[in-house]
């Protein structure tokens, strides 16, 4: 299966999107090019998320993902709507079969050695290390690299703008993920200026 970072090309913020109206989407997706993040996952846990992925998939300078996939069905959704990777909160056989059947990498979520193995098992090596915060932060990253040397990690959950760069440094993290660049009340208020100096602050934060 192809693997995320296949799809997400030099983006090492993805940013975690939730938004209530998908014709916002194509502004918000504007602010965070604006700010050099060039890459979103835009979540299912509102009805407005697949429309908001459909409303900004075929861009070529902006990649797409869905998250928060939890059901095979969501899978064919998001695929059907043009996300170009997904991202799920845990470890599901079922969904992850789907998203090969798709042809759509697919990063999910893991939290233990047992479950690192699981997604090992299908093949995948680069997986959402979440609640990236409380199950241990870097510390728990760099613990699962000595028996998961080829197993790198999304950090999701906690990450900010003053950890990222940290996270980043570490061989076994290709990106990490979060919510603070892109605050949904913002999004709401059509207050994509926040979310350009919010992206920007991020890309200086890993690029210094
Ligand atoms: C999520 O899936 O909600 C992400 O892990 C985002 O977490 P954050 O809101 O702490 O950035």
């Known amino acids: 299966m192809t693997a995320a970072p296949a799809v997400l090309g030099a983006n090492r913020i993805v940013p975690v999107v939730v938004i209530d109206g998908a014709d916002r989407a194509p502004d918000l997706a504007d602010a965070l090019t604006a700010g050099g993040i060039r890459c979103a996952e835009i979540t299912l846990r509102t009805p407005a998320g697949l429309d908001a992925i459909r409303a900004t998939a075929g ?11 939890l059901t095979t069905d969501q899978v064919d959704a998001a695929a059907d709507a043009g996300a170009q990777f997904l991202v799920s909160p ?8 789907r998203a090969a059947e798709r042809g759509i990498p697919i990063v999910p979520g893991v939290a233990t050695a047992t479950e690192i193995q699981r997604a090992l098992s299908h093949g995948i090596h680069h997986l959402k290390l979440f609640p990236a ?26 990450v900010s703008v003053d950890n990222a760069a940290e996270y980043l440094a570490s061989p076994s993290v290709f990106a990490v993920s979060g919510s603070w660049m892109v605050p949904t009340a913002a999004i709401s208020a059509g ?8 992206s920007a602050a991020a890309t200086a934060a890993i690029d210094s």
Request: charged share 20%; glycine share 16%; net charge negative.
């Open 59 to 69: 861009r070529s300078d902006f990649v797409v993902g869905a998250g928060t996939v």
């Open 191 to 198: 207050d994509f200026d926040t979310v350009r100096s919010l």
């Open 90 to 97: 845990g470890l599901d056989d079922a969904v992850i079969a």
């Open 133 to 158: 915060g409380l199950v241990g932060g870097l510390a728990a990253v760099r613990a699962f690299a000595g028996p998961f040397p080829d197993v790198k990690f999304l950090p999701s959950g906690g």
